[in-house]
Structure formats: C-alpha cells, structure tokens
C-alpha cells in the first residue's frame, strides 16, 4: 500500500478540490492509501456526504495553516501545527512515504530542506514540472523557481536527478539532457552555462546533447531541460502564457460566424485532444527533486482532478524508488564535480 500525506488546506481550492482530488486518486487506485492533514471537523464536514474507503482514507489533525504571504521559512518554523508541516513530518517519520501539498512553493521548499533534508550530495533542490512536447513524450524542465542564482555544480546535479526521474517515472531509457540557453552554439550564453557545459558533458550516466533554445523546449529533441531557476521560471511563464493565448484566440476565432463553428464542431474531436495535451492538469505537479523523500508541488490553482494527477505522481515515483536512483547516481561521481 502506497501511504501519501495531503497538505489540504493549501492551494487556492482548497480545502474541497484537495479532498474532492484525493477522492478521484482514491478511486483510480486501490493500492493507495492518503492521510489528509487539516482541521478534522472541517475535513469530517466535507467527507461527510462522500462515499469512500475509510480504511484508505485517515484524517491527521492538523488546526493551523500556511499562507503565500508569509515568510516561508518563519512559517515553517513557527507553525508546527500546521497543515504542510504535519504533512512533511508524515513523510519525515516514515508514517507516509510521499508528501503534496498546493501551498505555498517558498514554505513547501523550506520544509523540504530543513524538515525532511537534503539528499547527500544534492547543494540545492530543484523543481521539475514535466512539459508536454510535440514528440509525445514530455520534457522535464529543472530548475523552475527554487534556485534563482546557480553554481555549475548545481545545473551537473539537475541533470543527474532529471535523467533518474526520467528513467524511473516515465520509463525512457536514454533521457537525452538539453542546457537552456540564448543559442545553440557551444560558445553562446552568459558565463554560468559556459562553466556548466563541459561538466554535463563529463557527467557519467547522463546523455548530454548540448544547448537548447527556449523555441526548441517543447519540440522534443531533449526530455531533460537543466536551467537555473530564474531562467526556467521565465520559460515556464511564458509556455503556460502562450498556451493560454492560444486557447482564448481559438475560442474566439471558431465562434465568430456559424461557418466557424460548424468547422469548430468538425474539429471537436481533434481540438480536445490538443487540450488534454496541452493542460498542465494532466501532467500532476512539480516533484521537489533532491530532497530525502518524495514531494511534490501541484500546482497552486489546481482542480480535484489536477489535485488527483499530483498524487498520482508522487505514488509513480515511490514505485519507481526515485530517491535511491538519485543517490545510485550520484554514486558514480564525486558531490564537487
């Protein structure tokens, strides 16, 4: 049985969507069990009416609860009660063997450090969401947010826990390993990526192709995408942006005229397989690699059934034993490369 602790009282739907997603995980499969962390009378009122497997599904009290607009670290610290804190702790003292929470990113990266732990080896934790591609297979784009100023030393470390994941999660058995930059020339970008190429290119285990440009991160040509944090938010924001864009700009143009939408009714078929491709809800979380445990970070404005892929990803990686790949991996060359 697969033991997942719920932060459900982060996120911007919460607490229903989280309880509503653990319902649908539930459901989708019966080799898991989740401990919800929050205030047990709340929870108790929302479950209430629902039919589900109490076996399977245990309230943690938990009365307080961590904003955006705190200090992450103070919270994290402080309010030991709180609802991402007992789900930490859960995942800490063995009681569950993954984490999610749709919280506060700065407070769920805290507590990753400094209340479950590094992995040895691992300088800075990344996190990775898993970006849809036109090869089909998606791309795992690291860091996007949790390290906005890099050593090349922690690019080498991005690379080595994306190809583990890669390899354990999503089944590719050679992830080739791209480095976001402004060309494809080996002498273009800034100096942190001219001291980063030549220790991929060196890193055993992984499979580096060189410099990617940000128009070429969703055509497939890599499945690891290593960039520092600022860089990789900024390509994330723009991807999410744009793709929103497209969809508005669809939407208006197939219900502008009857013709537009007898032809929008023709491409029905084909138009919800490019969303259900292209949805960020789909795809889960980000997983917070490099941390001693599996945590992932759904997205903030998540449905129930996003809330639902996000479990679901953290029960795939416990299956795929993703921490110890990562310290297999690491095992093969020195933590200061």
Not at 288 to 303: P, Q, R, Y
Request: a neutral charge.
């Amino acid at each position: 049985m697969r033991i997942i602790a719920v932060d459900a009282m982060g996120g911007d739907n919460a607490p229903s969507a989280v309880v509503n997603g653990c319902l649908e995980a539930l459901t989708t499969r019966k080799d898991l069990a989740i401990r919800l962390c929050g205030p047990t009378e709340s929870l108790t009122t929302l479950l209430q009416e629902q039919t589900y497997d109490t076996d399977r599904l245990s309230i943690v009290e938990a009365p307080d609860s961590i904003s955006n607009h705190e200090s992450p670290t103070m919270a994290i610290r402080r309010k030991t009660a709180s609802s991402m804190v007992v789900a930490m702790m859960q995942l800490k003292n063995g009681e569950a063997q993954a984490a999610v929470s749709a919280g506060s990113t700065g407070a769920w990266l805290a507590g990753g450090i400094f209340k479950v732990g590094r992995i040895k080896g691992i300088d800075r934790p990344a996190l990775a969401p898993a970006l849809p591609t036109m090869a089909g297979t998606p791309c795992l784009l690291l860091d996007c947010g949790a390290n906005m100023d890099c050593k090349p030393d922690y690019l080498r470390q991005f690379a080595v826990m994306g190809s583990a994941y890669m390899r354990g999660v999503l089944r590719v058995s050679n992830p080739k390993v791209g480095l976001l930059n402004v060309g494809a020339e080996e002498e273009k970008g800034n100096e942190l990526v001219k001291a980063a190429s030549p220790l991929l290119r060196e890193q055993p285990g992984i499979d580096f192709s060189g410099n990617v440009e940000a128009r070429d991160a969703l055509s497939g040509q890599v499945q690891v995408l290593v960039a520092d944090g600022f860089a990789g938010n900024v390509l994330l924001k723009s991807t999410e942006g744009a793709v929103g864009f497209l969809f508005a700009q669809l939407k208006s143009a197939m219900t502008s005229s009857f013709l537009t939408k007898l032809g929008a009714l023709l491409l029905k078929p084909k138009l919800r397989e490019m969303k259900h491709k292209l949805d960020y809800q789909e795809y889960g979380g980000a997983v917070l690699l490099g941390i001693d445990g599996v945590m992932i970070k759904a997205h903030g404005s998540s449905s129930a059934h996003a809330f639902a892929r996000a479990i679901l990803q953290a029960a795939d990686c416990v299956d795929a034993g993703i921490v110890d790949s990562i310290k297999a991996a690491l095992a093969q060359t020195p933590a200061k490369a």
